[in-house]
């Protein structure tokens, strides 16, 4: 089975853009959960997606938003992008009879 | 509030010998635990698991303990090998009503194993 996979691996935007990263799930998973991961503060749940709806949130500004489509895939949105937003953008997809996550390789943000 | 810990930043041992992780937990409703190894610039990849009804699980070279009266787990892998060298996270989740999947993550602990 191919793993997960996420789109872009890297980006750079300026501040107050918005951004759209994408991910894959392992075929056959059907929760896909998002995590940031700086150096200060580790990593950090952002939400869950299961069959298109939100199941669980972290504790994150509005600014990140989320969706999961019908095939699985998600996408998150973080828009007026600051500074401190730069992290490496992580995915993570589980079965339905499973509590254990595979994470994609990622997308590195970087604001400037 | 850091609920999941790990204490030690780092960790080097000799190849061949046994590594011990260990990580540590504060909130009583975490009741599934996990281990992730990471590179640099990649995702992490999962190692080893272990329910809190059992106190043992063993993958290979993998074993993890947890005592869950000490709110305590540990990564033991014997033998190390170099291609062990890499950053080692706890995380830790809690059956509660909506999801089982948020992870809380520790910081982390470098392991290097010298050959």
């Known amino acids: 089975k191919a793993g997960v996979t996420q789109t872009p691996r890297y980006l750079i935007k300026t501040r107050g853009q918005q951004v759209t990263l994408s991910c894959s799930p392992i075929s056959g998973h059907r929760s896909v959960s998002w995590y940031q991961q700086t150096p200060g503060q580790g990593l950090q749940f952002l939400f869950e997606?299961?069959?298109?709806?939100?199941?669980n949130k972290g504790n994150f500004p509005g600014r990140f938003s989320g969706r999961q489509f019908s095939n699985s895939r998600s996408e998150m949105n973080v828009s007026t992008l600051e500074l401190g937003d730069s992290a490496l953008y992580l995915c993570?997809?589980?079965?339905?009879?499973?509590?254990?996550?595979?994470f994609g390789p990622g997308t590195r943000l970087t604001v400037t | 509030d850091q609920q999941v810990k790990q204490n030690s930043p780092s960790l080097s041992v000799q190849e061949g010998r046994i590594s011990i992780l260990n990580c540590d937990y504060t909130?009583?409703?975490?009741?599934?635990f996990l281990w992730y190894k990471k590179y640099p610039a990649e995702g992490p990849t999962f190692l080893i698991s272990i329910s809190s009804i059992k106190d043992k699980n063993e993958d290979g070279r993998f074993t993890v303990f947890l005592n869950k009266s000490a709110k305590h787990l540990s990564l033991h892998i014997v033998p190390s090998q170099p291609g062990d060298s890499a950053v080692y996270f706890c995380?830790?989740?809690?059956?509660?009503?909506?999801?089982?999947?948020?992870?809380?993550f520790g910081k982390g602990t470098l392991l290097t194993v010298n050959p």
């Open positions: 993570a997809s589980s079965s339905d009879n499973s509590r254990e996550q595979y």
């Open positions: 997606y299961f069959s298109e709806t939100q199941r």
């Open positions: 909130n009583s409703m975490f009741d599934y």
């Open positions: 995380a830790a989740s809690a059956n509660s009503g909506g999801s089982n999947y948020k992870l809380t």
